[in-house]
């Protein structure tokens, strides 16, 4: 089985500080996918890649950057943090699909709190 | 573009009853329906997907599946306290995206 390793756990930033968010994946997939959570609320997809290089925009993506250095890593960066933001930002990747299964699979999440 | 809509927005049920979760969606080339689920605190996992009109079961688990009406449910039979999670709905017509909905959130009373 693989794992994904988001960094920080916790971040906490001042409004309109810029932040970057980290992402590492050993699943060898080739999808990777950044989401954001409000509280008790669905999943809302901010950028994904389908491979090393490649971005494509979400429907969150306005106030982010983001950036597939290589295959098995996906950076987000908030480019300037909103007052009393509070959101969890998941990361998730998937595999070209297999004839059984489109599954993503999540990582633990980044909580981020801007003061 | 694919919206995904949930209902209802939350549910109490008491244990050991029949917990049912709905879910429609727009795009009729849509390929892939799963159901996810995600504990207090915790990452969402997939818990069940189905690619064809009918069902699926596993476990006290069960996918309906309805292209025609663009519409899918999961029911969950003795629905357990450690049941009680948020459920999220899942479509796709690639493998590139996923279109979530907003989700369930489900609590089930001892």
């Known amino acids: 089985g693989g794992i994904i390793t988001q960094t920080p756990k916790f971040l906490i930033g001042q409004e309109g500080q810029k932040l970057t968010l980290k992402c590492q994946q050993n699943f060898n997939h080739d999808t990777m996918y950044w989401y954001r959570q409000d509280s008790g609320k669905g999943l809302r997809l901010i950028y994904y890649s389908i491979t090393e290089n490649d971005l494509q925009k979400g429907d969150l993506s306005e106030g982010y950057d983001a950036s597939r250095e290589k295959k098995s890593s996906f950076s987000l960066t908030v480019t300037s943090a909103q007052k009393n933001e509070m959101a969890v930002f998941l990361c998730?990747?998937?595999?070209?699909?297999?004839?059984?299964?489109?599954?993503?699979?999540f990582g633990p999440g980044t909580r981020l709190t801007v003061l | 573009q694919q919206k995904v809509q949930q209902s209802p927005e939350s549910l109490i049920v008491p244990e050991g009853a029949m917990t049912s979760l709905n879910c429609t969606f727009s795009?009729?080339?849509?390929?892939?329906f799963a159901w996810y689920r995600q504990h207090s605190g915790k990452a969402p996992k997939a818990l069940m997907s189905?690619?064809?009109?009918g069902e699926k079961e596993e476990g006290r688990f069960t996918i309906h599946l309805n292209k025609a009406s663009l519409h899918f449910s999961l029911h969950i039979r003795d629905s357990q306290p450690s049941d009680s999670a948020l459920y999220l709905c899942?479509?796709?017509?690639?493998?590139?995206?996923?279109?979530f909905g907003d989700g369930t959130q489900l609590v089930v009373k001892p």
């Open positions: 998730a990747s998937s595999i070209i699909p297999l004839p059984s299964s489109y599954e993503q699979y």
């Open positions: 899942a479509v796709s017509r690639d493998n590139n995206r996923i279109f």
């Open positions: 795009d009729s080339a849509s390929q892939y």
């Open positions: 189905i690619f064809s009109n």
